[in-house]
């Protein structure tokens, strides 16, 4: 009875995904969620403790509760035939369900998700953010509600959208690095994220990242990867010791800038941000460089042959994609190589960040009416000097 119930369900869930678009989106089987060694396996009894690791049944049940010691659906049948609400705020989600560490319903243990910090930059801060469920509760993060209002009648998504789906395909999503504590290195990488504005075609929702053409150096010519946290000769993302120019990261730029492209609110600390405009930011694409730039600029971005430009970053140079316990705009605690710490809205607290790859501060400056300014009093992302009409930031 089992068996033809189980043959049933997968009948139905192969015609769910194929008329939503989703069977086609990439190998589930290679996965972080449908991977048969390390792949999702809920921890309930009853019918889902009968399914493999990796099995659809995991996640969705086919009349929306099976029998057994799972959490009973809240609010009755969810959309997708999910076990549980999809999203109900920041620290209510389908996928907080196994991603943390506080009652994980993943068989085993809860996942690990560290920061960017942490699998990047080799910057061990596991002990309090080594889960997603953490990083959407810290004081900095990404606003899930915010995410899903953003989305809502773009690019094919609805308002039944989970806002975590608006970054992530759930169905083809890698661990990077996959089922490991560790971070990332050159034979353990994965891609966990999907372009949002590649959703509008659900057959063709692949990877962003993975393929030629998706990486930082397409992006640019000019990027170089920072240094990995205590380290002057091994480099982000994954320790290379000689590739540095982005042909191993993903074009995070035009990932990130898919939904920051415009003037939108944010949950922020600081208000709404404004536009970002890579095209024309200093540390995006603006020729901006001075004669004495390199003076002013720390290893590994003191090299004099990128001649009369500036290095174009990536957005994950500075920032964590999910949440960080720095003041706001999620901050790395590590960048180019030292610890940041930015508590508050101050100079010393900013200080911290730009010192990590500028040597000049305004500390020195004979404007006496500037000496207490924080750093983005004036410098942030589509800030323009008044005086010169050039970039600040």
Request: charged share 20%.
């Amino acid at each position: 009875m089992v068996n033809k119930m189980n043959k049933i369900f997968l009948w139905l869930i192969t015609w769910m995904f194929f008329v939503s678009g989703l069977a086609h989106a990439g190998p589930y089987t290679d996965s972080a969620h449908g991977n048969n060694v390390y792949g999702v396996k809920r921890s309930a009894t009853g019918f889902p403790a009968d399914y493999a690791k990796g099995h659809c049944a995991n996640c969705h049940e086919q009349h929306s509760s099976i029998n057994g010691s799972e959490p009973y659906p809240d609010g009755g049948s969810d959309n997708y035939l999910l076990f549980d609400t999809s999203h109900t705020s920041q620290t209510a989600n389908f996928c907080f369900d196994c991603h943390t560490d506080n009652a994980s319903q993943q068989s085993g243990g809860f996942i690990k998700n560290y920061s960017y910090a942490y699998r990047a930059g080799n910057y061990d801060d596991s002990a309090g953010n080594d889960d997603i469920k953490q990083a959407f509760d810290n004081t900095s993060s990404h606003n899930l509600d915010d995410i899903r209002t953003f989305i809502t009648g773009k690019w094919g998504y609805t308002s039944n959208s989970n806002p975590c789906y608006a970054c992530h395909n759930s169905h083809i999503a890698q661990g990077d690095p996959a089922d490991s504590t560790s971070p990332k290195s050159s034979l353990t990488r994965g891609y966990p994220v999907s372009r949002p504005s590649d959703h509008f075609a659900l057959a063709s929702w692949g990877l962003w990242g993975n393929e030629s053409g998706e990486k930082m150096s397409n992006y640019t010519s000019y990027y170089q990867a920072p240094y990995r946290f205590g380290e002057t000769t091994s480099y982000e993302p994954d320790g290379s010791t000689t590739i540095m120019d982005g042909s191993n990261l993903t074009d995070y730029v035009t990932f990130c800038l898919d939904c920051h492209y415009t003037y939108q609110p944010q949950s922020t600390l600081l208000g709404a941000l404004k536009v970002i405009d890579w095209e024309t930011s200093v540390h995006g694409k603006a020729d901006s460089w001075k004669q004495n730039d390199a003076d002013e600029r720390k290893a590994p971005y003191k090299s004099e042959s990128v001649v009369n430009r500036n290095y174009v970053l990536a957005c994950t140079d500075c920032h964590e994609p999910h949440g960080s316990n720095n003041y706001c705009y999620l901050i790395r605690k590590e960048v180019n190589g030292d610890a940041v710490a930015v508590a508050d809205n101050t100079r010393n607290s900013w200080n911290s960040l730009c010192s990590r790859c500028h040597t000049q501060s305004h500390a020195d400056d004979s404007d006496e009416s500037k000496k207490n300014d924080s750093c983005i009093t004036c410098h942030y992302h589509g800030a323009i000097d008044s005086a010169t009409i050039e970039p600040l930031f």
